[in-house]
């Protein structure tokens, strides 16, 4: 596929990513080291030593502290993509690539020297502790939902409640966690950062879920009595809400272009195998069923880029790119599986084994179709918009 990039500084820097992933990381994506609840940490820290021989550590965050542009962020990530290892090694990966982001707009300098320096650096994880369980009627799509409470006591803040799904809690360094500050019709909220590992926050188990990309993968958390200073309030009291807005629409987009990469490589393997393997007297390629698949997908990856370049020049231009990170996102994640699943098919039984990585990228891209917002959610954001939008024309 012809790529075009947005500067001559991320094409160096996307085609080094892409040659250290492709020379040095493919070779992991078969180490035991590799579990259902995402690799090691031991693994990590192996990864994370290489890339930084490699030069190609964080790559998306300059030497003085700035960040690419997204457009240039957009290739580099789809590079760091093409193995789902791949953003783990060069620290590209969800969601410190988030957290690392909001740290660098919003914290003061003390927290970024102790909290977002060590990300930096690769040498530390974190998590970002938000949704709540289902079962206790928490935070999940809605997040006016939130249980988890902040309260004052003596000059510093008594933090509780139980968190879902937090990925990466489990070996993380560093936790941002959005706790209730006030009545809950008030619907205040406000960010806190805390080291961990912390005896208040208890991991209580790792939940097996269908994807395995992500270390210390996802986990239950009791936060039981977490005892903060005011130096520990990431932005402004009550508002945490406004301040995960920053956070929001990057973090979405960048999901999309990592695991564009992923999908491109998906695309690479059904190809060769198409290409190679024959039935019926010729290449499956040449089987219009097999070959209009590999099309259909070609196709659906370009789109998928387009419209990530898009949203990120919308980001590029100073604006909150809510809906078009929106759009982008139920777009993309939804076309990605597809291509997955079409890259299954046409492998047949080995699309399903765990020989490839085919078997993984469809496990990602259907959990992606959740987390940072659920289609159906983007979908109803949009449409009260598109109501919104109308009668404000009509009044
Ligand atoms: C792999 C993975 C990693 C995650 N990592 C993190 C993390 O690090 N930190 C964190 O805080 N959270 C994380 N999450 C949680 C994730 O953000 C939530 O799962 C997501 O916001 C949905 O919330 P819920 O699971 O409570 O679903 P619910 O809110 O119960 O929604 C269930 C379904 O209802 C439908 N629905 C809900 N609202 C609407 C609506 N308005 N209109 C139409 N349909 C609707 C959707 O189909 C949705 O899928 C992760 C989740 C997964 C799966």
């Not at 193995?83 to 988030?98: F, H, I, K, R, Y």
């Not at 139980?162 to 209730?180: E, L, N, P, Y």
């Not at 939940?207 to 130096?231: F, K, N, R, Y």
Request: charged content about 25%.
């Amino acid at each position: 596929m012809t790529s075009t990039f947005p500067s001559e500084r991320s094409r160096a820097l996307a085609e080094r990513v892409e040659a250290f992933v492709r020379s040095t990381v493919l070779a992991y994506e078969r180490d035991a080291r590799c579990g259902p609840h995402g690799p090691s940490d031991d693994l990590v820290r192996e990864l994370r030593s290489r890339a930084r021989e490699a030069g190609v550590l964080t790559p998306h965050i300059l030497p003085d502290g700035s960040h690419l542009t997204q457009r240039e962020t957009a290739v580099v990530l789809r590079a760091s993509g093409l193995s789902p290892l791949g953003p783990v090694a060069v620290n590209t990966m969800a969601p410190d690539e988030g957290n690392m982001l909001l740290l660098g707009r919003i914290g003061t300098p003390l927290q970024k020297e102790r909290f977002l320096a060590p990300l930096v650096r690769g040498e530390a994880r974190s998590a970002f502790f938000m949704t709540e369980p289902a079962g206790q009627q928490g935070a999940g799509s809605d997040p006016s939902m939130l249980r988890t409470t902040a309260t004052r006591e003596g000059g510093r803040w008594r933090i509780s409640g139980r968190k879902m799904f937090i990925t990466g809690a489990q070996g993380a360094t560093v936790g941002i966690v959005m706790a209730r500050t006030g009545a809950p019709e008030a619907g205040r909220a406000t960010l806190f950062l805390t080291e961990l590992p912390h005896p208040a926050v208890r991991i209580e188990r790792i939940v097996d879920t269908i994807d395995s990309a992500m270390p210390g993968g996802h986990a239950q958390v009791l936060i039981d009595d977490l005892l903060l200073s005011d130096e520990h309030v990431l932005g402004e009291v009550d508002e945490g809400f406004r301040h995960a807005q920053v956070r929001l629409a990057p973090a979405r987009l960048s999901h999309c272009m990592r695991w564009l990469g992923a999908a491109t490589r998906a695309q690479e393997i059904a190809t060769g195998y198409a290409t190679t393997r024959s039935g019926f007297g010729k290449l499956l390629v040449d089987h219009e069923g097999v070959g209009f698949m590999l099309a259909d997908n070609a196709i659906e990856l370009q789109q998928c880029a387009l419209m990530i370049d898009w949203c990120a020049g919308v980001l590029d231009a100073g604006l909150p790119g809510t809906t078009e990170s929106s759009m982008t996102k139920v777009a993309v994640s939804e076309a990605l599986f597809r291509i997955a699943d079409r890259c299954v098919q046409v492998m047949g039984g080995t699309g399903v084994a765990r020989d490839t990585v085919v078997e993984q990228v469809f496990r990602e891209t259907r959990a992606f179709r959740i987390y940072d917002g659920p289609s159906e959610v983007h979908r109803w954001a949009l449409a009260r918009k598109i109501k919104r939008d109308a009668l404000a024309l009509r009044a």
